[in-house]
């Protein structure tokens, strides 16, 4: 009798239940295997610390979602999760100016961590082919240098170990991920790793709008601008399922951060535009500062290895971690979930297929990675440890395309709609570069700039404050 196929999943957050529901679809029996006890509710957790800042699915992601679990999207959004078209209900100052709000081309879903993990992992465990081994610690995995037939686990009550037998162990373990160590265990030759860390840290605190304003008001963005060659701070607010704003202040190496309550609203007085804080002034906060000081973007290299064991398989965090700011971890884990349901639509588990698709998966954090990567460069202080060429030769050329590509966006709906696809992870970073876009570039009709924020009378009367800066929030 043929034994059934199973799968391990290493990892119960957002990565690990996706790559797990494919792998539902595929093979007889999957386990995820989890340090934590995943709360039966929105609740924080001990190991998703970043589950306290902002996050967003953008529209790429969420449409990846929707076809693995059909009516997902929908079911969140009658939950209470905000979608924010891009970019008529954002307000965004970007590094280059005030953002006009032009049509939606793109959205992104908003809504707090855990909400989302939750209600899609609900989702995902009610197939019932599922097995979910919690407060379990991975010591290592099953195998050699050619292929690996499982997983230890521990028993974090009991202290047994036992070994998992796999046909496919996934590493969705995150950016704690211990991989290279497992790999050296099974005499693997060493992975390639890039690290570009601009000393990214953030705050976050939740606030009470006024009445009305968490359905009614945009979203807001202040970024900081690199050109300035000093420290980056930043500043966004967002509306939450349950009506509330979220509201985090970030910034780069060298430029402090809040950690205290009463730090919170001065900081955010000392971004580019007083927006922000003026918002929270008027508003209730009811969380006191959550810290997070992880934000470095790295990256790993398994395509690269001559030799990778079959049975292996590495995606979310664990393979590529970008800057929280950018918003793309959510949407790129999905992207790689979707690029392994297509292989193993292909070939099952046959010989040959976990290389296939880990070259698959890790060509899908391409894009995410060199967006973030080629964006934290240009911040003083950042700290680079990388061979990708495209962050160390020519880089001035490079960031002078990218300034005037971030000035023509601002002012022109033609541009801003092809930029806004790339960075949504709708279309690929190598649109930018292509003769319609450039054409597009030099014959778009540019609208002038903005000097304040784009908000109309009506908005700032929901949040109390003065109409005497409204402009048009209309893009033509």
């Not at 793109?106 to 019932?128: E, H, I, N």
């Not at 980056?232 to 809040?258: H, I, K, N």
């Not at 649109?431 to 784009?454: I, N, Y």
Request: glycine share 8%; proline share 6%; net charge neutral.
């Amino acid at each position: 009798m043929t034994e059934p196929k199973h799968g391990v999943v290493l990892g119960g957050g957002w990565a690990g239940m996706l790559a797990a529901h494919v792998l539902a679809r595929h093979l007889e029996r999957v386990t995820v295997v989890e340090r934590d006890v995943l709360p039966d509710g929105p609740r924080h957790r001990k190991g998703s610390p970043q589950g306290r800042h902002v996050h967003v699915l953008w529209s790429s992601g969420a449409r990846i979602v929707d076809t693995l679990l059909p009516g997902m999207i929908d079911q969140l959004l009658d939950a209470g999760a905000r979608r924010i078209g891009f970019h008529q209900d954002l307000v965004t100052l970007t590094s280059h100016g005030w953002q006009h709000r032009f049509p939606p081309r793109q959205y992104a879903l908003m809504c707090t961590r855990p909400f989302l993990d939750w209600k899609v992992r609900d989702r995902v465990l009610a197939t019932g082919r599922i097995t979910l081994r919690q407060r379990a610690e991975i010591l290592d995995l099953a195998g050699d240098a050619k292929r690996v037939t499982g997983v230890r686990v521990r028993d974090m009550g009991s202290g047994a170990a036992e070994t998992l037998a796999a046909d496919l162990v996934i590493d969705a373990s995150g950016r704690g991920s211990r991989l290279r160590h497992w790999l050296s265990a099974l005499d693997v030759p060493p992975l390639e790793e890039d690290i570009v860390d601009a000393g990214i840290a953030y705050a976050t605190r939740v606030y009470q709008g006024p009445p009305g304003a968490a359905a009614g008001f945009p979203a807001v963005n202040v970024a900081a601008d690199h050109r300035l060659r000093e420290p980056g701070r930043f500043g966004v607010v967002y509306p939450q399922e349950d009506l509330t704003w979220m509201v985090t202040l970030s910034c780069t190496r060298g430029a402090g951060l809040p950690t205290h309550d009463d730090e919170f609203l001065p900081y955010a007085r000392t971004l580019r535009h007083p927006l922000v804080a003026d918002l929270i002034a008027l508003a209730k906060p009811l969380t006191s500062v959550a810290v997070s000081r992880v934000g470095a973007n790295r990256r790993l290299y398994p395509e690269r290895l001559d030799i990778w064991p079959e049975g292996l398989l590495v995606l979310g965090d664990a393979l590529a971690a970008f800057n929280p700011i950018y918003g793309h971890g959510m949407s790129s884990a999905a992207r790689a979930a979707a690029a392994l349901d297509t292989e193993l639509q292909r070939s099952g588990t046959a010989e040959g297929t976990t290389r296939r698709a880990q070259q698959a998966i890790s060509a899908t954090v391409d894009d995410p990675w060199i967006m973030a990567a080629s964006k934290d460069v240009e911040y003083v202080n950042c700290r680079m440890n990388t061979t990708d060429p495209r962050l160390t030769g020519g880089a001035v050329a490079r960031q002078r395309f990218s300034d005037l590509i971030a000035d023509r966006s601002i002012r022109s709906s033609a541009v801003c709609d092809v930029v806004t696809d790339v960075i949504s992870l709708t279309a690929p970073q190598s649109e930018l570069a292509s003769s319609g876009f450039l054409s597009l570039m030099h014959k778009d009709r540019v609208l002038p700039e903005l000097t304040e924020p784009p908000l109309t009378a009506d908005e700032l009367a929901l949040v109390n404050l003065s109409p005497r800066s409204a402009v048009s929030a209309g893009g033509s």
